[in-house]
Nanobody, 127 residues
């Protein structure tokens, strides 16, 4: 089992930055691939970014590429999402997700690929 807790959300203005954290517990992250998803009101959950278990491969949704950076610190059992130049359309509840993987290079971008989910943290960007 992996328990995930997100933090770092908040209310910011257009163009601001935020850093989200996802703290994991229950097992080591060494064999865990992770990702960030978000869900805006009235919309389906969508992929944001993902990272392989060692942290040297990442994948981003086109809507955040160049503005968001996903990273992880396995020694701290924590994943991060640095969000720069935030826009009102980034407003959503952000979720971290994790799955056990035997493949070191794999990154996953479909929500069905993930088994473990956090409760989410709200990010609101005002114009």
């Amino acid at each position: 089992q992996v328990q995930l807790v997100e933090s770092g959300g908040g209310l910011v203005q257009d163009g601001a930055s935020l850093r989200l954290s996802c703290a994991a517990s229950g097992r080591s992250l060494d064999n865990i691939a992770m990702g960030w998803f978000r869900q805006a009101p009235g919309k389906e959950r969508e992929f944001v970014a993902s990272i392989n278990r060692s942290g040297d491969r990442t994948y981003y949704a086109d809507s955040v590429k160049g503005r968001f950076t996903i990273s992880r610190d396995n020694a701290k059992n924590t994943m991060y999402l640095q969000m720069n130049n935030l826009k009102p359309e980034d407003t959503a509840v952000y979720y971290c997700a994790a799955r056990i993987t035997a493949t070191g290079i794999s990154v996953y971008y479909a929500s069905r690929d993930y088994r473990y989910w956090g409760q989410g943290t709200q990010v609101t960007v005002s114009s």
